[in-house]
């Protein structure tokens, strides 16, 4: 399922190639289809799982023919991947941040995961519904409170119990761990309104990677206070009042948890260079001269992992049988592992318990709505953004590295070739692309490759080369994640003609170092 | 010694249907401490205008090799495990007849050492019993070495290794995976009654 062929899509049986946004429709009538034609695992879903009635309920005006208005991919063909989910003994399904940079990212992912409940595919080989993540540590991150709503141990911030058992891991009073707070867009939001006055960031270049630039940049600037942790000086930390000289991942150690939710052993390969320092050295010295040492005394990483232990025991990601040595001698260990001889968990439900208190899965109905902003008379065309292989997150690391920067330079618009002739555009003219945000121009790469209602942009480069001053600043109201994936904008020629250099292209010509 | 891959009797098979274009083969070839910061695997990009599909392309080491025939120096050497070796430094002449005879279009002269390197299968690796830095780090094992039960084992598709070009019968030691045995087709159209004819049904809708 994707607005554009990428090569992976290349290698399909069968494409959806939708209209950005449209997912949920298409998730819907898969999910209709496997009802009505009882692709179902009946003993799975009475077994372990509660709600699919409700569920299934919620889909019962998807058809085939609804879906087909809705997202402009064939009734034929969304049923054939409905068979092929429905009828095959196992399988997997992968998606990245493709249906999660929505407003209804949420749903997507629910609609997702009642597609694996209804066909019995979980807790088994070959089998299960995945979130790739686009960082070595984005699960471990996720699981041990990088957003502001979590504890260690996948706990809630907002659960009495969960806080007590935190707090006294950590020796302060419970009243002491703060409420819920904000989400990055959230916490932008808010500096825009005079509602923060003061930042400290680690890592953090929302200049490339938020939402609405422009109404970013102007919000860094009404800071009243701004420190930033970062390792080289982005785009971001040049709003900074003191900028705190951080650190790469190959100059600290520690784990990553990976996708499969195996913790895994990073070793430094170098020191940080000068005056750096590694950024948890930093944290620890800020809590020092704040009077809280009590609450930061480490003077290694492994006693920080001993401490997580602690942290997680008894959460759903529990690491308290793993020990750093385990991480080392067995190439990581999967969580939960509640004690030191659990051999850890490779698979997540096997047997099919779930980690709801009656063991059982549940399903989510997810009734259809529409994305936040969709073209009009005004805003035609769908803008989606997204990543190029060469580039990686906000570009603060591989748009210093030249082998990487000749890949693919700069930004580049690319459009189907009806699209490209209806406006009077040729491969390689500069193009205007406007949204009620903000404008860039760009060269225009004319392919075959994405629907011709949809221009993409690649979003790594800051400045007047960030895609994202198109986009809008309207948010998933679970997750917080704002509508990367879908803009209304407006596409016309500019003057001149762009380099529109894709180094992939040269190499036929035998310019490939 | 017993090799963990023995290169004489290994497969290195080329299956382009799976190439996603990361370029992680290039960035590995230029790490080889034989030709360090020179790539010598081509990463071709067939019509992006087109289509999305990318072509890795390493040396195929022919049993007869045709940049080895043409070599007026005698410069270009195959070894006992049929691994055709860059030119020899004290021989070449880079007169760059190897450039425009081979079939596969592999060798490169590189002007700044009036020589001509190619792709030698990582010999330094592989004649240890290691895979060559491009297949060691494909991550869509579109560029696979093992042993041949290995393959059996683990992959689908049928070896191919013997080359047509015009009256020239071409057989290599490099394989490509193919669907079924039998002929390739390498022209890359459009295949009739495949979604990729019409990624989004835009015939239909019209």
């Not at chain 1, 969304?78 to 992968?94: D, H, R």
């Not at chain 1, 609405?212 to 102007?218: E, G, L, Q, V």
Request: charged share 25%.
């Amino acid at each position: 399922m994707d607005p554009r062929v990428t090569p992976a899509a290349r290698t399909a049986d069968v494409f959806l190639g939708l209209r950005p946004g449209t997912d949920l429709a298409v998730l819907s009538a898969i999910f209709r289809v496997l009802v009505e034609r009882d692709w179902l695992d009946h003993d799975f879903i009475a077994a372990h799982s509660n709600g699919f009635d409700e569920a299934a309920a919620a889909v019962s005006g998807a058809t085939l023919a609804w879906a087909e208005r809705v997202s402009g991919v064939p009734a034929a063909r969304i049923e054939q991947a409905a068979e092929l989910w429905g009828t095959s003994a196992t399988g997997m399904l992968l998606h990245a941040r493709g249906i999660e940079h929505h407003t209804k990212g949420v749903d997507n992912v629910l609609a997702c995961i009642n597609l694996g409940l209804a066909t019995g595919k979980y807790g088994k080989p070959g089998c299960g519904v995945n979130t790739i993540t686009g960082q070595g540590n984005g699960q471990g991150g996720r699981e041990h409170g990088h957003k502001c709503d979590q504890l260690p141990g996948n706990r809630d911030i907002t659960n009495p119990e969960h806080r007590e058992h935190v707090a006294s891991v950590w020796g302060c009073d419970e009243s002491e761990i703060p409420g819920k707070g904000l989400t990055a867009q959230e916490i932008m939001d808010a500096i825009g309104a005079g509602e923060i006055k003061g930042l400290l960031s680690i890592c953090f270049n929302p200049l490339v990677s938020l939402p609405d630039a422009n109404f970013t940049r102007a919000a860094l600037d009404s800071l009243e206070f701004y420190a930033a942790i970062d390792f080289f000086m982005s785009e971001t930390a040049h709003h900074a009042d003191v900028v705190l000289a951080g650190s790469l991942h190959e100059e600290d150690e520690g784990t990553v948890t990976t996708l499969e939710g195996r913790v895994v052993k990073i070793n430094a390969a170098v020191t940080p260079p000068g005056n750096a320092r590694r950024d948890w050295e930093i944290i620890c010295d800020l809590a020092d001269r704040l009077g809280r040492h009590q609450y930061f005394p480490y003077s290694s990483t492994e006693e920080m992992f001993e401490e997580l232990r602690r942290a997680s025991a008894g959460g759903s990601a529990d690491y308290a049988g793993i020990t750093w040595q385990r991480v080392v001698d067995e190439q990581g260990v999967f969580w939960p592992c509640p004690e030191e001889g659990h051999p850890g968990t490779p698979r997540l439900f096997e047997g099919g318990r779930f980690f709801h208190p009656d063991g059982k899965a549940r399903f989510i109905p997810t009734p259809w709505r529409e994305s936040a902003e969709v073209p009009d008379d005004e805003y035609p065309v769908y803008l989606t953004t997204g990543r190029v292989i060469s580039q990686y997150l906000s570009g603060t690391q591989t748009r210093r590295i030249g082998a990487l920067v000749d890949q693919y330079p700069e930004p580049l618009c690319e459009m189907h070739p009806r699209l490209a002739s209806d406006l009077g555009i040729a491969d390689g003219d500069v193009v205007r692309v406007e949204s009620r945000r903000g404008e860039m121009t760009l060269p225009a790469k004319v392919v075959e490759t994405i629907r011709p209602d949809t221009v993409f942009i690649p979003y790594h480069w800051p400045g007047d080369k960030a895609a994202n001053i198109l986009t809008h600043r309207d948010i998933d109201p679970i997750s917080g994640i704002p509508e990367f994936k879908i803009s209304a904008v407006r596409v016309s020629k500019a003057d001149g003609r762009g380099d529109v250099r894709d180094d992939r292209d040269l190499t036929l010509h035998g310019d490939d170092r | 010694m017993t090799l963990a891959i023995d290169p004489a009797t290994a497969v290195f098979a080329v299956d382009h249907s799976r190439c996603i274009g990361c370029r992680a083969c290039v960035q590995a070839c230029a790490e080889c401490d034989t030709h360090r910061g020179v790539s010598m695997i081509h990463l071709d990009t067939v019509d992006r205008a087109a289509s999305t599909q990318t072509i890795p392309q390493v040396c195929m080491h022919c049993e007869d090799p045709t940049c080895a025939e043409v070599c007026p120096a005698d410069a270009i050497k195959q070894n006992e495990d049929g691994v055709v070796q860059s030119s020899l430094k004290p021989r070449c002449i880079a007169c760059s007849n190897c450039v425009y005879a081979c079939p596969f279009g592999i060798p490169k002269m590189v002007t700044e050492y009036e020589q001509m390197m190619k792709c030698d299968m990582c010999y330094d690796r592989t004649s240890e019993g290691l895979k060559p830095m491009c297949a060691s780090v494909c991550p869509s094992e579109a560029l696979w070495y093992g042993t041949r039960e290995e393959f059996e084992r683990t992959r689908r598709g049928t070896l191919v290794r013997d080359w047509q070009f015009g009256n020239q019968d071409v057989r290599t030691k490099v394989a490509i995976v193919a669907d079924e045995p039998g002929p390739v087709d390498i022209y890359i159209g459009k295949k009739s009654g495949h979604w990729l004819d019409d990624p989004f049904a835009l015939e239909t809708s019209r």
